[in-house]
């Protein structure tokens, strides 16, 4: 199985500051790794698939990279909905996927 | 755009099962992959399975396998999720989530079913 690493576990960001969240794989998945954001009460939503690609109705804020073990998720420039917690996801080796632990996107 | 709607909140007890449905509203069914994903209060995200109603075939994760049974019934674009020998550990929200042309990602999510499991 394929461990998911994210850091750091909480990040805290005034409004309009940059945001860069990390996950990082136990083994190589390729571009397979989409970025979900979760907001309370909510199910998470897709924002990034194969590692850079935005999904549909994403503002261009938010950009993903990396490949192999190495992933970045970045906002420019966080706006109030922006706080949320997000998580990373492989989907190279199934089963089964696996997800990171998320990371916490906060009020400074 | 289709949505996937799932049954309401339900309570139970240790040793009993749940099933839980999940509706495709419009749109194409049988083609894709339909997966559940569940989370413990507090916690993060652990993939249960996946269906696959057009090649009716199933696949879990190992750590719940014979436990848990994924179905679709195409004549109602509904997905279940079969859960015996319920544990308190099994407490958790449950979504159903499309995958995104069958790559592995999910685009589309189900707004979750609460479980509860306590004596």
């Known amino acids: 199985e394929i461990v998911m690493t994210q850091s750091p576990a909480t990040l805290s960001v005034s409004p309009g500051e940059r945001a860069i969240l990390s996950c990082r794989a136990s083994?190589?998945?390729?571009?397979?790794l989409a970025w979900y954001q979760q907001k309370p009460g909510q199910a998470p939503s897709l924002l990034i698939y194969?590692?850079?690609t935005r999904a549909i109705g994403i503002p261009g804020r938010f950009s993903g990279s990396g490949s192999g073990t190495e992933f970045t998720l970045t906002i420019s420039s966080l706006q109030s909905e922006d706080f949320a917690v997000y998580f990373c996801?492989?989907?190279?080796?199934?089963?089964?996927?696996?997800f990171g632990q998320g990371t916490k996107v906060e009020i400074k | 755009q289709v949505q996937l709607v799932q049954s309401g909140a339900e309570v139970k007890k240790p040793g009993s099962s749940v099933k839980v449905s999940c509706k495709a509203s419009k749109g194409t069914f049988s083609t894709y992959a339909f997966n559940w994903v569940r989370q413990a209060p507090g916690q993060g995200l652990e993939w249960m399975g996946v269906?696959?109603?057009?090649?009716?075939?199933?696949n879990y994760t190992q750590r719940l396998q014979g436990r848990v049974t994924i179905t679709a019934d195409e004549s109602t674009s509904t997905i279940y999720l079969d859960m015996t020998s319920l544990r308190s550990e099994d407490t958790a929200v449950y979504y159903c989530?499309?995958?995104?042309?069958?790559?592995?990602?999910?685009?589309?999510w189900g707004q979750g079913t609460m479980v509860t499991v306590s004596s």
């Open positions: 989530a499309r995958e995104f042309t069958n790559s592995g990602a999910f685009d589309i």
């Open positions: 996801q492989q989907y190279n080796n199934w089963p089964p996927w696996t």
């Open positions: 083994q190589s998945v390729g571009s397979n």
């Open positions: 269906v696959i109603p057009i090649l009716s075939t199933t």
């Open positions: 194969g590692a850079s």
